[in-house]
T-cell receptor, first 113, second 117 residues
Framework: KNQVEQSPQSLIILEGKNCTLQCNYTVSPFSNLRWYKQDTGRGPVSLTIMTFSENTKSNGRYTATLDADTKQSSLHITASQLSDSASYICVVSGPYNTDKLIFGTGTRLQVFP | NAGVTQTPKFQVLKTGQSMTLQCAQDMNHNSMYWYRQDPGMGLRLIYYSASEGTTDKGEVPNGYNVSRLNKREFSLRLESAAPSQTSVYFC????????????????FGEGSWLTVV
């Protein structure tokens, strides 16, 4: 079964610190991987999209990496801010002929002053 | 910019009642989607519409119907609500295919919280 697993489930860090969120997937074949940020009570917002040929992509203080060989991705947040408190969702595109997305359950990040 | 707008924001239904969730996008996107989000689970696709005039089932279509009214609007109907349909519903849209190198961005609405008692 195609799956996307994220770790940790939740994370607490102090403002200004860096953190890294992990995503492992078993989806095959794979064409792209996305990271979304979801604030409490809001809809998900796209951070990055990477294809299998890309190793890294940045969006401001957010940097996503991808290792298609090991089927792992990470999202690194630099110099965290209070506004980074949110759930971060890893999303993998499913088998090519279905045009479906497979969502992880997310990592809940809390940034404290 | 409005993006994807869905209504209502909150709704409480009694078991067996019907209702329609409305969704509209102003980005001239071809594809539209309805997802549900439940605690401890990833978003799951209910129905999608790859283009105006077409609709297809997603992972969890049972108990739902959809209508792609025009290019802008995509509604989700619960004909006879059940407690298992208590969830947060998200409408989304994208310019086109989600697969491959183009990997079009999918834009989500703000969600509709539905409780069935």
């Amino acid at each position: 079964k195609n799956q996307v697993e994220q770790s940790p489930q939740s994370l607490i860090i102090l403002e200004g610190k860096n953190c890294t969120l992990q995503c492992n997937y078993t989806v095959s074949p794979f064409s792209n991987l996305r990271w979304y940020k979801q604030d409490t009570g809001r809809g998900p917002v796209s951070l990055t999209i990477m294809t299998f040929s890309e190793n890294t992509k940045s969006n401001g203080r957010y940097t996503a990496t991808l290792d298609a060989d090991t089927k792992q991705s990470s999202l690194h947040i630099t110099a965290s801010q209070l506004s980074d408190s949110a759930s971060y969702i890893c999303v993998v595109s499913g088998p090519y002929n279905t045009d479906k997305l497979i969502f992880g359950t997310g990592t809940r990040l809390q940034v404290f002053p | 910019n409005a993006g994807v707008t869905q209504t209502p924001k909150f709704q409480v239904l009694k078991t067996g009642q019907s209702m329609t969730l409305q969704c509209a996008q102003d980005m001239n996107h071809n594809s539209m989607y309805w997802y549900r989000q439940d605690p401890g689970m990833g978003l799951r696709l209910i129905y999608y519409s790859a283009s105006e005039g077409t609709t297809d089932k997603g992972e969890v279509p049972n108990g739902y119907n959809v209508s792609r009214l025009n290019k802008r609007e995509f509604s989700l109907r619960l004909e006879s609500a059940a407690p298992s349909q208590t969830s947060v519903y998200f409408c989304a849209s994208s310019e086109g295919l989600l697969q491959g190198a183009r990997g079009n961005t999918i834009y989500f609405g703000e969600g509709s919280w539905l409780t069935v008692v």
